[in-house]
């Protein structure tokens, strides 16, 4: 087994959890961009039982405790409402494992911060869209979500990365990234830049509104790329909503927005061959349907209005996010090959074009 260099301490970080049965195997799981993940399993008198270990990035979530306060109110939130609707709650929602000490997350000897959650068996989890029932399926959950959590206590939820989807910010880090040119490599990608510098005047549009009160502001999940939706092995529906590492107050178009960048596109996030990159219109009206059902007439007719720009915009921000890591060498995603970052950048700006392309067709039936 490769363990990441960070991770030596994954055997003293076992030990505190004190789980019954025989550990018989730890691999590294998932292909998230943050955290580390690993599968463990457990041989028990009752049968195998496999958890989630993450190490959290605590480079990148500054305050794991609080974190983890946010996890545990939600999930325990979530929990009670599934059980109200009669689903069950050990496979619709993630589940906090507690250390021997009763804690929701253990320091290691290294001042890393680890958390465990139950695994969700027989399940898959999609990096792109198979069938368009899925898609839809996925689009119906994750306006769900919000939903669920309609009346949840946004104000005792912590920050746990400030101005996440701020997309104003968002372009003031990019503006810096291109200024610094840390390791001189804005010269490689001048299109790209300019690309990214000429809409400024869109970053603005949905902060704007949310500051005159045109847009409320909801509890969303703010990453709802398809990888973080777990589907049954067997019915193929969409299951469990995880990654909750993000979930804070924002806007219904930040979830909208992010699905449709990964789930409409017709590749992937890393693609270097623009050529299959585009906006799959029936994808993205199979999605708007969806959102809308799991929504439950909850969205404004302004929300409503508006979602496609939460499209354009969660596609061009994390263009920008992919962008600025990249002239500063790769520091905040994580890659497994040269010019990922770069890559990832540009299949979103590929797409942000296709989508002013196809506007009138985006918008049309808003
Ligand atoms: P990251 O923040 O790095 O994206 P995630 O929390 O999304 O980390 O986990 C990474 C991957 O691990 C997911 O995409 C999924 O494949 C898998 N995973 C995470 N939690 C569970 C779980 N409770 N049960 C089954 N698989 C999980
Ligand atoms: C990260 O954690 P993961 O891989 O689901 C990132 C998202 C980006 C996404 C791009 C906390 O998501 O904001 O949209 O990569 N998460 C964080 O693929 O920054
Ligand atoms: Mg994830």
Redesign the pocket.
């Known amino acids: 087994m490769t363990i990441h260099p960070t991770c030596e301490k994954i055997d003293e970080v076992i030990s505190a959890y004190a789980l019954p049965g025989t550990l018989t195997d730890k691999q590294p799981?998932?292909?998230?961009?943050?955290?580390d993940?690993f599968l463990l399993t457990y041989d028990t008198p009752t049968g195998t039982r496999k958890y989630?270990l993450?190490r959290m990035n605590h480079a990148i979530f500054k305050n794991p405790p609080a974190l983890m306060e946010n996890i545990s109110h939600v999930t325990d939130y979530l929990r009670k409402v599934i059980i109200r609707r009669g689903g069950d709650p050990d496979r619709e929602t993630?589940n906090v494992i507690r250390t021997a000490k009763d804690s929701v997350y253990y320091v290691d000897s290294s001042q890393n911060y680890w958390r465990m959650?139950?695994?969700?068996e027989d399940?898959i989890?999609l990096e792109q869209v198979e069938s368009t029932r899925e898609f839809y399926d996925s689009a119906v959950a994750f306006g769900s979500f919000q939903q669920m959590l309609a009346d949840f206590p946004a104000d005792t939820l912590h920050e746990t990365i400030p101005n996440f989807h701020n997309t104003p910010s968002r372009f003031r880090d990019f503006q810096k990234a291109v200024e610094r040119d840390a390791l001189g490599r804005a010269h490689l990608v001048q299109e790209e830049i300019d690309f990214a510098l000429s809409r400024e005047a869109d970053t603005h549009v949905l902060t704007d509104l949310l500051a005159k009160g045109e847009l409320p502001l909801r509890v969303t999940h703010n990453d709802t790329k398809l990888?973080?939706i777990?589907f049954d092995r067997s019915t193929r529906k969409a299951l469990c909503i995880?990654?909750l590492?993000t979930v804070m107050p924002g806007l219904s178009h930040y979830d909208f927005g992010d699905s449709i960048r990964t789930g409409a596109s017709t590749g992937a996030e890393d693609e270097q061959d623009l050529s299959k990159i585009e906006l799959n219109l029936t994808l993205y009206e199979t999605f708007t349907k969806g959102f809308l059902e799991g929504c439950q007439g909850s969205l404004t007719d302004r929300e409503i209005e508006l979602l496609p720009m939460g499209a354009k915009l969660m596609t061009y921000e994390c263009g920008i996010r992919f962008l600025a890591d990249y002239l500063d060498g790769d520091v905040y995603f994580k890659i497994h090959r040269e010019n990922q970052n770069l890559d990832r950048a540009r299949t979103q700006f590929k797409l942000v074009a296709d989508m002013e392309k196809k506007w009138d067709a985006m918008t049309r039936r808003m």
């Open positions: 799981h998932g292909n998230g961009h943050i955290n993940t989630i993450q993630l959650f139950l695994f969700i399940t989890c990888n973080n777990l995880i990654d590492d």
